[in-house]
């Protein structure tokens, strides 16, 4: 089956732990996106990446950071510094000459 | 920075009723996609629009994008307990393939 995973499905850490995000796709699509959505509200872009090694900041990058060592993967690290973290987490990929983005399942972080 | 508003944030109809959501971006665009989300789910493609004035049809969705290109509608005809969910606007935000999400419609479909 082609498409987009995330893990874990729900997490739970304590306030001050840094805590990263797996994102995976084995769609072949070059360009993959992490948002952050809180209850009620709309996308808002974390980080996104067009090419393998390579990735730029998206509207609300601070306290998060990431990493794109191999084209199916784009894991998202939450880190201590992120003030608010507890949220729904989406990754997101889109293939070159595609204009949708598919998403993955999400995955639902809640710091304590 | 760019934005894109929709409204109504929420809508409750009872089943059969029909439904409509607006998207209106502060800048034009050169194309405009819609997205659903079912409660608990995740963004799911529905459509692309393209040109000015262009209006798509997918069974009981009617899909429209403003002559200025800056917005654009949802309508959904009769409605069913299947088209609960968020319905999300998205353009593109400068280069390299970003979208900007609209602030979404939460529809809610009661017998």
């Known amino acids: 089956d082609g498409g987009i995973t995330q893990s874990p499905k729900y997490l739970f850490r304590k306030e001050g732990q840094n805590v990263t995000l797996s994102c995976e796709q084995n769609l072949n699509h070059d360009a993959m996106y992490w948002y952050r959505q809180d209850p009620g509200q709309g996308l808002r872009l974390i980080y996104y990446s067009q090419i393998v090694n390579d990735f730029q900041k998206g509207d609300i990058a601070e306290g998060y950071s990431v990493s794109r060592e191999k084209k199916e993967s784009f894991p998202l690290t939450v880190t201590s510094a992120q003030k608010n973290p507890t949220a729904f987490y989406l990754c997101?990929?889109?293939?070159?000459?595609?204009?949708?983005?598919?998403f993955g399942p999400g995955t639902r972080l809640t710091v304590l | 920075g760019q934005q894109v508003m929709q409204i109504p944030q929420y809508q409750h109809v009872q089943e059969g009723e029909d439904f409509t959501t607006y998207c209106n971006s502060s800048?034009?665009?050169?194309?405009i996609q819609w997205y659903k989300q079912r409660p608990g789910g995740h963004p799911v493609f529905l459509i692309q629009?393209?040109?000015?004035?262009e209006v798509k049809k997918q069974k009981r969705l009617t899909f429209q994008f403003g002559e200025a290109k800056k917005n654009s509608s949802l309508h959904i005809t009769a409605t069913q307990t299947t088209d609960v969910g968020t319905y999300f606007c998205?353009?593109?935000?400068?280069?390299?393939?970003?979208?900007?999400f609209g602030t979404g419609t939460r529809l809610q479909v009661t017998l």
């Open positions: 800048t034009t665009l050169s194309n």
């Open positions: 998205a353009g593109p935000a400068g280069t390299a393939s970003k979208l900007t």
């Open positions: 629009l393209v040109k000015s004035g």
């Open positions: 997101a990929s889109k293939g070159t000459g595609i204009h949708e983005q598919f």
